[in-house]
Structure formats: structure tokens, C-alpha cells
């Protein structure tokens, strides 16, 4: 059967990966901290989920950073898209929040477009998670 496949298929793999925080919350303690990936040739579609625990936001954009892979960073800065769902993580209610990979290695949470996503400061986000997913091409 592998050889009815075609060729980009030779460029497959799937794993694990643990999200962190890049920027938006001091000193995180995570309660749940999971990723998983797909990867064709150099196209990688993921999805994650993160839960702090007993910790504070600083009022910060929110950043994800440990991506699986590196994004291309030929051309334009961004080359993927995706999106969370979040709670309390700036009091709010649940929200899509646009995720741009930027700077090779982490993802930058938006709302309503260009509109940095971020925590509130001093807030406790103890029990906050945020679920996401999409897809970014990679420079390999």
C-alpha cells in the first residue's frame, strides 16, 4: 500500500508537544499543559490545551510559545492561522481569539483582528484554560 501513496506522504508524522506561556501570566503553574500534531511534507496542523493553576495575568498579550516545529520565516512574518476558545482568562465569557505565528517559534493571540489579545492584570487565572488548533507551513 506505501507505494500507492503519493510521494509528500514519505514527509509524515505525528506527535506530542507541551504548550507554554510566552508572555501574559506570571510565574505559570499549569494544570493541564498537552498538544498533539500532524505533520505532511511542511505543513504542520496542531491543536492544544492549556489550564493554569494558581497564578496571576500581568496584563500582557497573551503568547504560546514550544510550537513543534519552526514557521517559515521567508516572506511574510506570519504563515498560519488558527483559533482558541478561552475562559475567564480576561474575565470575559468564551471567545475566538485569532492565533498568528510569529517569530518562529510561538504563536500571538488577537481578538477582533489586530487587537492584542491580553490578560488582565493582577487577576488570578487559576482554573483558566484556553483550546486551540490550526495549521502553519514550516521552513522544512
Given at each position: 500500500?506505501?507505494?500507492a ?17 510566552r508572555?501574559?501570566?506570571?510565574s505559570?503553574a ?8 500532524t ?8 491543536s492544544f490545551a492549556l489550564?493554569w ?6 496584563g500582557g498579550q ?6 513543534p ?5 521567508s ?5 498560519g492561522v488558527?483559533?482558541i ?5 480576561n ?5 475566538v481569539?485569532t492565533?498568528?505565528l510569529a ?6 493571540l488577537?481578538k ?6 491580553t490578560?488582565?492584570?493582577?487577576t488570578?487565572v487559576?482554573?483558566?484554560?484556553l483550546?486551540?488548533g490550526?495549521?502553519?507551513?514550516t521552513?522544512?
Amino acid at each position: 500500500l506505501h507505494d500507492a501513496l503519493p510521494i509528500f506522504l514519505d514527509d509524515y508524522e505525528e506527535g506530542t508537544w507541551s504548550p507554554i506561556h510566552r508572555n501574559g501570566i506570571d510565574s505559570p503553574a499549569y494544570t493541564t499543559q498537552r498538544g498533539r500534531y500532524t505533520k505532511v511534507g511542511n505543513m504542520v496542523h496542531y491543536s492544544f490545551a492549556l489550564q493554569w493553576g494558581s497564578c496571576d495575568g500581568n496584563g500582557g498579550q497573551l503568547m504560546i510559545g514550544n510550537v513543534p516545529f519552526s514557521t517559515d520565516s521567508s516572506g511574510n512574518a506570519e504563515h498560519g492561522v488558527g483559533t482558541i476558545n478561552y475562559q475567564n482568562v480576561n474575565g470575559g465569557e468564551e471567545q475566538v481569539v485569532t492565533i498568528s505565528l510569529a517569530a518562529s517559534t510561538r504563536m500571538d493571540l488577537y481578538k477582533k483582528g489586530s487587537v492584542a489579545f491580553t490578560t488582565t492584570n493582577g487577576t488570578n487565572v487559576n482554573g483558566t484554560w484556553l483550546y486551540g488548533g490550526g495549521c502553519y507551513q514550516t521552513s522544512t
